[in-house]
């Protein structure tokens, strides 16, 4: 994979390896390729069906997570140790600021996980098919099987129906706040 942003491949590589367990939170928003392992689905009852709900909990959600990320790099900017600095860093990763959005937007922190992994899911394709102008570049002259796959895919088609049409009609409210909190994390913003 090729990012736009050289610290852009650091993050997504920490967050592919973050995404081995079932329970395993990520560092960042890219998630396996892996039929096992997609937010998407699950072995026992198909596609994560997320709802208007759960979208509005997304965008609050999203939103505030980006507020978390702000706050924590100012406070890394204004560090004056090295374990300051180390602390402030992790407190932007997703394993911070996920559950602190989900419970500021009132939403559970397992929903709100799993409707943020499906849902990034989906604008991540869109990114590296070139559909929404977030930070993410792919080589796909060097890209597994898997993601070749995905990038000759429909993302939607991955979704509930309902889930697929709730989330195409605020397709573009929700993709630019995607995009503004995968630049954010993803180039070091």
Not at 12 to 34: E, H, N, R, V, Y
Not at 62 to 74: G, N, P, Q, S, W
Request: negative net charge.
């Amino acid at each position: 994979m090729l990012f736009r942003h050289p610290i852009a491949t650091i993050a997504i590589l920490m967050s592919a390896a973050a995404c081995g367990g079932k329970d395993s939170p990520a560092t960042g928003d890219t998630t396996s390729t892996t039929a096992a392992a997609s937010p998407a689905a699950t072995a026992s009852d198909g596609p994560f069906a997320f709802t208007d709900a759960d979208l509005d909990a997304y965008e609050k959600g999203m939103r505030k997570e980006i507020e978390l990320v702000h706050a924590a790099k100012a406070r890394g900017d204004s560090a004056k140790t090295p374990a300051e600095r180390g602390a402030a860093s992790q407190d932007a990763f997703e394993t911070s600021t996920a559950p602190t959005a989900a419970q500021a937007v009132g939403a559970s922190l397992d929903r709100y996980q799993a409707t943020r992994r499906t849902v990034n899911r989906v604008f991540e394709t869109l990114d590296f098919q070139g559909k929404i102008a977030g930070p993410m570049e792919l080589d796909t002259a060097n890209a597994p099987p898997e993601m070749k796959q995905r990038l000759t895919s429909d993302p939607f088609a991955e979704l509930a129906p309902a889930s697929a049409s709730a989330l195409r009609a605020r397709l573009d409210a929700l993709s630019k706040v995607w995009i503004e909190y995968a630049n954010l994390v993803a180039v070091n913003g």
